[in-house]
């Protein structure tokens, strides 16, 4: 019988059938017997270090079972598949990111357990990658996924550390969303777009997600008399009848100025509309960020959270070890750029 090549993992999942084989197992719907089956041959590698071993058959062993429909045994070789990965040191490569993609693609829809290993792969990417908030590529990934089955607050924190690519999937998400309420709730679904991006520093996701949230607005409701002001660095559509809404494109316009002055005319201005809108936290953070105005010193466990999580007391869209750029004024920062399509 001819040897294996040295290093070449031993994938007993693809082993020639036999009634003790995993797959076999499997096929059979011995489905507890060949999890543990899998975990103890995969304990082995690890001990002894194997890990490029361990990590072939836990990912085709997690891929046969959530096939299977086993989405609680899947999610174990999964999260287990995660442990293997920080052990190995692995980086998040386009090699790596793809067999976790794979198998978080192969989950059944709404398992609850997806979610132990979405906070796995974040886990291991934050430590291991250059971003300290995770990978934006699989945040992207996994917020579209969260966003297909409808776990809309899952997508939206995912995707707000997301690509260039994310301010579509979530502008798209919040406005089917919107489309089952009253129009005039308009201004608080788009702001569930904008907040996030402004509070994590990626003001074009915020123009982009507002543009495109208004853009399928428009279209779908003609009668509401929308009115566009454009300038050379700035486009801004004006809705009569939702003045929430014109706040959020004015607001976006006062932090591309870098205009403390403009923020609180806006805010006095739009008082009345704003004492309903539940929007005091955020703004007071948005306040501080961008325009330099400080807010009291008041624990707030939500944003300390929001701010441990995303924040980190960096840009999380700037690569690791680099001194992160100040928010507050234009000269510290160049400017956001005018709402567009880019």
């Not at 020639?16 to 011995?30: C, F």
């Not at 999964?78 to 993609?101: F, G, H, S, T």
């Not at 550390?161 to 301010?167: K, V, Y």
């Not at 569930?192 to 997600?209: D, E, H, I, M, S």
């Amino acid at each position: 019988m001819r040897a294996r090549s040295p290093g070449k993992p031993f994938d007993t999942t693809k082993a020639p059938k036999s009634e003790h084989s995993p797959r076999h197992r499997i096929e059979e719907g011995d489905f507890y017997e060949a999890h543990q089956q899998l975990r103890t041959i995969a304990n082995r590698y690890v001990r002894s270090a194997d890990y490029d071993s361990a990590i072939d058959l836990l990912s085709s062993g997690a891929s046969l079972l959530l096939r299977a429909g086993q989405g609680g045994s899947g999610a174990d070789l999964c999260n287990y598949l995660m442990e293997v990965y920080q052990k190995a040191d692995l980086k998040p490569d386009v090699p790596n990111k793809a067999r976790i993609l794979g198998l978080l693609r192969s989950f059944p829809p709404n398992e609850p357990a997806k979610k132990k290993f979405v906070g796995g792969i974040v886990e291991w990417s934050s430590k291991s990658g250059e971003f300290p908030a995770g990978d934006p590529e699989l945040h992207h990934v996994i917020g579209a996924s969260f966003a297909e089955e409808g776990e809309t607050y899952d997508a939206e924190r995912h995707l707000t550390l997301g690509t260039s690519d994310s301010a579509q999937v979530l502008s798209d998400m919040e406005y089917e969303w919107y489309s089952s309420d009253e129009p005039s709730t308009a201004p608080a679904y788009a702001a569930r777009a904008v907040f996030p991006y402004l509070l994590v520093g990626n003001t074009r996701a915020a123009n982009k997600a507002l543009l495109l949230f208004t853009s399928k607005l428009s279209t779908s409701h003609p009668g509401l008399g929308v009115q566009s002001i454009s300038s050379p660095s700035s486009d801004i559509r004006i809705y009569p009848s939702l003045p929430l809404l014109n706040f959020l494109g004015l607001l976006l316009l006062a932090v591309q100025r870098g205009s403390s002055d403009l923020f609180k005319q806006l805010k006095s201005h739009y008082a009345s509309h704003l004492k309903e809108s539940g929007w005091d936290e955020p703004m007071a953070q948005l306040g501080e960020m961008y325009f330099g105005i400080k807010i009291p010193s008041q624990s707030n466990p939500m944003f300390d959270m929001m701010s441990s999580m995303l924040m980190g007391g960096n840009n999380p869209f700037a690569p690791k070890k680099k001194e992160p750029k100040a928010v507050g004024s234009a000269a510290a920062a160049p400017p956001a750029p005018a709402p567009a399509l880019d």
